[in-house]
T-cell receptor
């Protein structure tokens, strides 16, 4: 247990389904992130929330919709996905303070398959 | 934006030998450089990091070096062991990571018994 819990671990969904990924951090951090990990590609930053405010959206398609109700919880709502969206979705948290970052703590990820 | 290149993509070494993984970055404003280890079925785990005000940092068998002029940094693992087999990612960020980390593509390290 890394202190960042992601559910579900595995998800298979059809292209017309709506589902949500959940992330919870138990570390008291004030920033949370969604990353997409595909085979043979770098981890791609999707969304950044600092102090519950979204500060980064790296041109992510609108079929991905993040929600951060508080500093401990982060959701990724999915609808009308495409097969190329199949990947490992990783959540991370960190503590941003005065000066530099203190590293991320990642969850184990949700393995998403779109059929 | 930042771009991080990582080499090699696969590295095979004999148990007990040293392994070196190298990364370059493009944004001279980057000031934080972490390394992550990812084992099968798990998320990446921070193993060591370095900030731009130092040139080298060591933690037991793991060390990281940074050359800001050349914009490259390296991970060194000495006396490799079977449990070191994993995928290793370098990353870079500026603004204290407030904009998120930019990762390299990863290096699959294989320790041969």
């Amino acid at each position: 247990e890394t202190g960042v819990t992601q559910t579900p671990r595995h998800l298979v969904m059809g292209m017309t389904n709506k589902k949500s990924l959940k992330c919870e951090q138990h570390l008291g951090h004030n920033a949370m992130y969604w990353y997409k990990q595909s085979a043979k590609k770098p981890l791609e930053l999707m969304f950044v929330y600092n102090f519950k405010e979204q500060t980064e959206n790296n041109s992510v398609p609108s079929r991905f919709s993040p929600e951060c109700p508080n500093s401990s919880h982060l959701f990724l709502h999915l609808h009308t996905l495409q097969p190329e969206d199949s990947a490992l979705y990783l959540c991370a948290s960190s503590q941003l303070g005065q000066g530099a970052l203190d590293g991320y703590t990642f969850g184990s990820g949700t393995r998403l398959t779109v059929v | 934006g930042e771009n991080v290149e990582q080499h090699p993509s696969t590295l095979s070494v004999q148990e007990g030998d040293s392994a070196v993984i190298k990364c370059t970055y493009s944004d001279s404003a980057s000031n934080y450089f972490p390394w992550y280890k990812q084992e099968l079925g798990k998320g990446p785990q921070l193993i060591i990091d370095i900030r731009s005000n130092v040139g080298e940092k060591k933690d037991q068998r793991i060390a990281v070096t940074l050359n800001k002029t050349a914009k490259h940094f390296s991970l060194h693992i000495t006396e490799t062991q079977p449990e070191d087999s994993a995928v290793y990612f370098c990353a870079a960020s500026n603004r204290g990571g407030a904009d998120g980390l930019t990762f390299g593509k990863g290096t699959h390290l294989i320790i041969q018994p």
